[in-house]
């Protein structure tokens, strides 16, 4: 059974600082390219930081600077530091892990933990 279990969202004041952080089970952690999607009500699922297998990070323009997403395969666990937050940064923070073999592609998704940023 997959499971990718999300925590670290709270309450956090403008300008401070969270790490959220994402640990997995049932899969080969390793092999899976693993990012925080972000989802406003009402709006689409987005991207916000993504890592490679081999490390390579990709980051939304919104949040370039801001966060930095990291992993620890040992832990199975993958982290989203986040700095300097902003009002706009209120929203459901998700884990997602995708992986293609085959031709077919696996996505699995945590429940979400939800970020507010106070004014």
């Known amino acids: 059974q997959v499971q990718l279990v999300e925590s670290g969202g709270v309450l956090v004041q403008a300008g401070g600082s969270l790490r959220l952080s994402c640990v997995t089970s049932?899969?080969?952690?390793?092999?899976?390219?693993m990012g925080w999607y972000r989802q406003a009500p009402g709006n689409q699922r987005e991207l916000v930081a993504s890592?490679?297998?081999?490390?390579?990070?990709r980051y939304a323009d919104s949040v370039k600077g801001r966060f930095t997403i990291s992993r620890d395969n040992a832990k199975n666990t993958v982290h989203l530091q986040m700095t300097r937050l902003k009002p706009d940064d209120t929203v459901i923070f998700y884990c997602?892990?995708?992986?293609?073999?085959?031709?077919?592609?696996?996505?699995?998704w945590g429940q979400g933990t939800q970020v507010t940023v106070s004014s």
């Open positions: 890592i490679s297998p081999g490390g390579t990070t």
């Open positions: 049932g899969i080969t952690f390793s092999a899976y390219n």
């Open positions: 997602g892990a995708v992986h293609w073999r085959s031709g077919k592609t696996y996505t699995y």
